[in-house]
């Protein structure tokens, strides 16, 4: 079965500042991995996919990931964080017909 | 669209009493997932339905778990009798297809067994 583990449970960072939410998998074939958000009291909402091509994968709300497979990571990235940003960010694999998510990152923006 | 709709929202109810979740996934969605979500056990996959056919159900915890899925927009998530350790947020998730298509989310349930 096909895992992720996101690195860190959580992030405090500040307003306008750059935020990574570091993620690495265990496959050594083909890997689709994805990268959700659950702001509270929510369902998750996709953020972005990587399924082929450039390995660098633009998502909604300004995020962008970087699929490395010599390092076998997915990191997500945005450049400068607002208050809205603060939620949980997940990590997930596409393993047969399922996902199966990391534990989670809980992102703190705070002013 | 109205996206995954998820009844009740909040749900209270005693220890040994039946819980019946509902979902109702994106009109033309050919799969079905029902997810739990717990602080200790993050997000756990316990069944997942295909042309409303279960092909996985690995995931439900026991025999007081079950879920039916009698057509294409209803699916049902019942847990009789109903334990505190059952305590969690219940998701449902539809997607269009079983490969790589996007899953997506209702709000969730949030049961609280006393």
């Known amino acids: 079965a096909q895992s992720v583990t996101q690195l860190d449970s959580q992030v405090p960072v500040f307003e306008e500042a750059p935020v990574e939410l570091r993620c690495n998998y265990s496959?050594?074939?083909?890997?689709?991995l994805f990268w959700y958000v659950q702001y509270p009291n929510q369902g998750l909402q996709l953020l972005l996919k990587?399924?082929?091509?450039?390995?660098l994968v633009k998502g909604i709300n300004g995020f962008e990931a970087e699929f490395n497979k010599s390092q076998t990571s997915f990191h997500l990235r945005k450049p400068s964080v607002h208050i809205s940003d603060t939620a949980e960010y997940f990590c997930?694999?596409?393993?047969?017909?399922?996902?199966?998510f990391g534990a989670g990152t809980t992102v703190t923006v705070r002013a | 669209d109205a996206g995954v709709i998820q009844s009740p929202r909040h749900e209270v109810t005693e220890m040994g009493q039946e819980v019946t979740l509902r979902c109702k996934p994106i009109s033309g969605h050919n799969s079905l997932f029902w997810y739990r979500q717990t602080m200790m056990r993050g997000l756990e996959l316990l069944i997942y339905f295909n042309n409303n056919v279960p092909i996985d159900d690995s995931g439900m915890p026991e025999d007081r778990f079950s879920a039916k899925m009698p057509n294409a927009s209803f699916s049902t998530l019942k847990i009789q009798p109903s334990e505190p350790r059952d305590s969690a947020v219940y998701f449902c998730?539809?997607?269009?297809?079983?490969?790589?298509?996007?899953?997506?989310f209702g709000p969730g349930t949030r049961l609280t067994v006393l």
């Open positions: 998730a539809s997607s269009l297809g079983t490969g790589t298509d996007t899953q997506y």
């Open positions: 990587y399924l082929s091509g450039s390995t």
């Open positions: 997930a694999v596409h393993d047969d017909y399922k996902l199966s």
């Open positions: 496959s050594s074939v083909s890997v689709y």
